[in-house]
T-cell receptor
């Protein structure tokens, strides 16, 4: 059974700092997704990573995938308050298996 | 706005009742997925339909059923409701069957409260 684990689950950081969220999964997959969820809202697609070594960047967020290590990272550069949200990674094709989510709070 | 619509936004009902949640996918998308989000279980995949046919099934209870209609909208039926069914139910859609890593676009969700 595929399991997806994120860490940390909670992250409080200051504006301007860098940090990384980690996503580990238990079985081989070359498809990994990152989503953002604001409180009480839906999930917004951030990145789709489809191969080993894939790296995608959008603004202050950069995601990478290492399929051999079964690990994806979401790196936040020079955080700003607007990035405060819960971030989920998900693995799979039709059946997405989600991690627990990382609740990120960025303080001024 | 993802283009996926769900109704109703909120639903309050009693134990033992039956409700129907409705989802319209993005224009052109043939796949519809249903997910349940709760505090204790997190986000869980329930079921996928592609062009009217069931294609993948997750941990969906026997009391729950879904279908996709010829106009591609989908309905999730929840019956004999229990307190533990209280959750946020999301619908998502994608263009194809999702064998190639397509993005699933999520709707705004239906918040169900069972009293």
């Amino acid at each position: 059974e595929l399991k997806v684990e994120q860490n940390p689950l909670f992250l409080s950081m200051q504006e301007g700092k860098n940090y990384t969220i980690y996503c580990n999964y238990s079985t081989t997959s070359d498809r990994l997704y990152w989503y953002r969820q604001d409180p009480g809202k839906s999930l917004e697609s951030l990145f789709v990573l489809l191969s080993n070594g894939a790296v995608k960047q959008e603004g202050r967020l950069m995601a990478s995938l290492d399929t051999k290590a079964r690990l994806s990272t979401l790196h936040i550069t020079a955080a700003v308050h607007d990035l405060s949200a819960t971030y989920f990674c998900a693995v799979g094709a039709q059946k997405l298996v989600f991690g627990q989510g990382t609740r990120l709070t960025i303080n001024p | 706005d993802s283009g996926v619509t769900q109704t109703p936004k909120h639903l309050i009902t009693a134990t033992g009742q039956r409700v129907t949640l409705r989802c319209s996918p993005r224009s052109g998308d043939l796949s519809v997925y249903w997910y349940q989000q709760s505090l204790d279980q997190g986000l869980q995949f329930l079921i996928q339909y592609y062009n009217g046919e069931e294609r993948a099934k997750g941990n969906i209870l026997e009391r729950f059923s879904a279908q996709q209609f010829p106009d591609l909208h989908s309905e999730l039926n929840l019956s004999s409701l229990e307190l533990g069914d209280s959750a946020l139910y999301f619908c998502a859609s994608s263009v194809g069957i999702n064998g190639g890593g397509e993005t699933q676009y999520f709707g705004p969700g239906t918040r169900l409260l069972v009293l």
